[in-house]
């Protein structure tokens, strides 16, 4: 991506706040949002250390910063230093956008947002009455099963590793958005029948990203099917060992890709107020996967 950064005295400052923060494309992306739209905003990486992140926080609100990101391993920390966080990001457990308004720091989560908007750009429909499976009960986990619930998703069943954390999961989003999440063991029969009715099927383990390409988190691959699509929030390698599988068997699939483009695009409509038009995301998009 061309970048054509000019900094003035009047330049604002946008950053990402995380460890470590030197193979983020946030900087990149943000940089060139603003030089096509001809904004005077720079983004900047600022890698913080633990001790460091409450007074990083008091700096980035007294200085001239409109916002900032937050990346691991500060997702869910960073948190009680803001002064308020959006209903969505408390469920969530994790906010990776902060906005300054009036010299008050808000906290957001555009993760799932960003997962969201890529699966229906690239999917073509929405969650509305489909059964879900979701593998991993991690932080993403968590944000995209609120999103999903939100959606009226008709059911999620979630598979873990450590079936406790899938159980929590579970309890966040049944008692706060609607009753349906379900929680199953890898070696439960019952969960080969969840996958198998299931319309979508989402990983998001880390399993099977790069350097460890040939693993995968789903051993049984009869249970793919042409009617489904397959979702991994992995984008490095684009096409996963569990991408393939599925695709072998009919499947539609999708890579993480856009999520992390459209979690940037949401996280800087949040900062300007700018909404971008479908078509010049296109046209972004595009230099973006270069
Ligand atoms: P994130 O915020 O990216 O979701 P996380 O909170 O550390 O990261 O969650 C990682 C998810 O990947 C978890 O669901 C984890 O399973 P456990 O809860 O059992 O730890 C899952 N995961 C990571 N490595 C895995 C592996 N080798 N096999 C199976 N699941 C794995």
């Known amino acids: 991506m061309d970048i054509d950064v000019r900094v003035t005295g009047k330049t604002k400052l946008l950053g990402l706040v995380g460890n470590p923060?030197?193979?983020?494309?946030?900087?990149?992306?943000?940089?060139?949002?603003?030089?096509?739209?001809?904004?005077?905003?720079?983004?900047?990486?600022l890698a913080v250390g633990k001790e460091d992140l409450e007074t990083v926080v008091k700096a980035l609100k007294a200085l001239d910063f409109i916002g900032f990101n937050v990346t691991i391993p500060y997702k869910r920390d960073i948190m009680k230093y803001l002064d308020e966080n959006s209903k969505e990001a408390i469920l969530m457990g994790a906010v990776n956008t902060v906005k300054k308004i009036d010299g008050r720091l808000y906290g957001y989560n555009t993760d799932a947002e960003g997962f969201l908007r890529s699966f229906k750009e690239e999917a073509g429909v929405g969650f509305k009455g489909k059964k879900v499976v979701l593998i991993g009960a991690g932080g993403v986990a968590r944000a995209i099963a609120v999103k999903i619930a939100s959606e009226d998703a008709e059911k999620i069943s979630v598979v873990n590793r450590t079936v406790e954390k899938s159980v929590e999961l579970a309890e966040v989003v049944n008692?706060?958005?609607?009753?349906?999440?379900?929680?199953?063991?890898?070696?439960?029969?019952?969960?080969?029948?969840?996958?198998?009715?299931?319309?979508?099927?989402?990983?998001?383990?880390?399993?099977?990203?790069?350097?460890?390409?040939?693993?995968?988190?789903?051993?049984?691959?009869?249970?793919?099917?042409?009617?489904?699509?397959?979702?991994?929030?992995?984008?490095?390698?684009?096409?996963?060992?569990?991408?393939?599988?599925?695709?072998?068997?009919?499947?539609?699939?999708?890579?993480?890709?856009?999520?992390?483009?459209?979690?940037?695009?949401?996280?800087?409509?949040?900062?300007t107020g700018v909404k971008f038009t479908e078509d010049k995301l296109k046209s972004v998009y595009e230099s973006f996967k270069k």
């Not at 999440?181 to 029948?193: A, G, I, L, P, S």
Request: hydrophobic residues 35%; aromatic residues 12%.
């Open 21 to 45: 923060v030197e193979h983020s494309i946030s900087p990149q992306l943000h940089n060139t949002l603003s030089s096509l739209l001809g904004l005077d905003i720079v983004y900047i990486p």
């Open 175 to 271: 008692e706060n958005i609607k009753e349906i999440v379900q929680v199953y063991n890898f070696e439960d029969k019952t969960f080969r029948m969840a996958f198998e009715e299931s319309d979508i099927i989402i990983n998001t383990t880390s399993v099977g990203m790069y350097p460890k390409t040939r693993e995968t988190p789903v051993k049984f691959t009869e249970c793919f099917n042409k009617n489904q699509i397959v979702y991994d929030v992995i984008y490095n390698p684009e096409k996963t060992k569990f991408l393939n599988d599925a695709e072998k068997r009919g499947a539609k699939i999708i890579n993480g890709l856009g999520m992390l483009f459209y979690q940037g695009i949401s996280a800087y409509e949040i900062w």
